[in-house]
């Protein structure tokens, strides 16, 4: 169905900033609410932010408010994420994914992407 592709992961030091990516396939980008997750080793997925199919609401998880801003590019097909602020507890796998209709934090599909990789030292 939909092909998610995120890059823009790496190793930073507390305090300092990522940009995230998710590009995507297919013809519905523009149609979808989108949204961005993490798991942390040992730890279940979780909902960071999500953004509406125009980009006009965003909804946050707690720990990304006033950090974090999450926006999209309709014509390149392209989810971002901002991140300030770093801290060693934003170390996680990123994952982008199509949020469910109705609400702002159910992840849509079934399959994840590889994800990108996010490690920050103290």
């Known amino acids: 169905q939909v092909q998610l592709v995120e890059s823009g992961g790496g190793l930073v030091q507390a305090g300092g900033s990522l940009r995230l990516s998710c590009a995507a396939s297919g013809r519905t980008f523009s149609n979808a609410r989108m949204g961005w997750f993490r798991q942390a080793p040992g730890k279940e997925r979780e909902f960071v932010a999500a953004i509406s199919s125009s980009g006009d609401n965003t909804a946050y998880s707690g720990s990304a408010q006033g950090r974090f801003t999450i926006s999209r590019d309709n014509a390149e097909n392209t989810l971002y994420l901002q991140m300030n602020s770093l801290a060693p507890e934003d170390t996680a796998i990123y994952y982008c994914?199509?949020?469910?209709?109705?609400?702002?934090?159910?992840?849509?599909?079934?399959?994840w992407g590889q994800g990108t990789q996010v490690t920050v030292s103290s």
């Open positions: 994914n199509a949020v469910a209709r109705g609400t702002w934090s159910v992840a849509r599909y079934e399959n």
